[in-house]
């Protein structure tokens, strides 16, 4: 095997230290749950059946849970003049594109993104200008829609990329799900908290990285988001202008069940005459710019669930 075709999975040890007996067992028994419950269930239906039936499944469940509160606030942090009608049904579409994922998930070997008609690349030629170069590139991207779609386009065009992904605490279920994804064509995954140095010294030897930039980062830079301030990670920021690299942004949109159209933009580089963190803060502002129109463009397919902005900020704009 490659470097890039060899499965390369590696935990963060800190989370299986700290564990306990009762936490280990019941790790077992929720991989025992997912498989059951979850995973052979939507194995047996076809990519698009298992799209539609936990679309659906998860539509009308999530709403009923907490964590549609912070769906609904996040929409009304965005989106001020809409109408309580507006915010439902963007809420209700959000966790419709979330089931929709993990119906998928157990699918992603069949979602190719170069045969058949699933998945359809926007300027994949910007993907072969990196890999001839031979000097890598930061690709960023948000999650939008099924987000796993996007790791695969830059991987099997190929070009030799270092993915970053949050690992799960339950070991079992993470290492099942690691390995749906180097099937995918996802062949280096680092878990994110451990991956800096890895990134680094996969920049210096001229592979690429990519990375999530649309989550809240406390210790980040705070720059506009639909008109609030969001504190944001320059980690992706900093690498590129480190190594002198573009930052490549990418998009993925649903177009159906179990089909995507995924974009490679025009890079990313810090303005003109812009040095250290004026470049950085540059780069972060034009990236979450970025995110932003993004999910205007589509605000049903992006993942509100995650508290982007603090609670002061919900009980300053009264949400």
């Not at 639909?226 to 949109?253: D, Q």
Request: charged share 25%; glycine share 8%; proline share 8%.
């Amino acid at each position: 095997m490659t470097r890039r075709d060899a499965p390369q999975y590696v935990r963060p040890k800190d989370i299986d230290n700290r564990s306990t007996f009762s936490q280990r067992l019941g790790w077992r028994l929720e991989a025992i749950a997912w498989d059951v419950v979850y995973w052979w269930p939507m194995k047996l239906l076809g990519p698009d059946q298992a799209s539609n039936a936990a679309g659906w499944i998860v539509k009308r469940i999530a709403p009923l849970f907490s964590q549609n509160r912070t769906v609904k606030r996040n929409l009304r942090m965005a989106f001020p003049d809409w109408s309580e009608e507006q915010v439902e049904e963007t809420a209700k579409a959000a966790w419709e594109s979330a089931g929709r994922t993990a119906g998928e998930l157990p699918h992603l070997p069949r979602i190719h993104p170069y045969q058949g008609d699933r998945v359809e690349v926007v300027n994949p030629e910007q993907l072969d200008a990196v890999e001839a170069s031979g000097e890598g590139a930061v690709f960023i991207s948000g999650h939008f829609a099924n987000w796993e779609i996007m790791a695969a386009v830059i991987c099997r065009r190929p070009v030799d990329c270092l993915v970053t992904y949050r690992a799960l605490n339950n070991p079992h279920i993470d290492r099942r799900i690691n390995k749906v994804r180097h099937d995918y064509g996802i062949g280096v995954l680092t878990p994110k908290g451990l991956g800096t140095r890895e990134l680094m010294r996969a920049l210096k030897a001229g592979r690429s990285v990519a990375l999530m930039n649309d989550q809240k980062f406390n210790q980040g830079i705070g720059v506009p988001f639909f008109g609030h301030e969001a504190m944001t990670a320059p980690g992706p920021s900093r690498l590129a202008i480190k190594y002198g690299l573009p930052i490549i942004p990418v998009s993925t949109v649903r177009t159906g069940p179990a089909r995507f159209r995924v974009t490679i933009h025009e890079p990313i580089r810090p303005a003109p005459g812009l040095e250290g963190e004026e470049a950085v803060r540059d780069c972060v502002t034009r990236i979450t710019s970025f995110i932003e129109k993004s999910v205007r463009e589509n605000p049903g397919q992006w993942f509100w669930q995650h508290r982007r902005w603090p609670k002061s900020a919900w009980k300053d704009a009264g949400v």
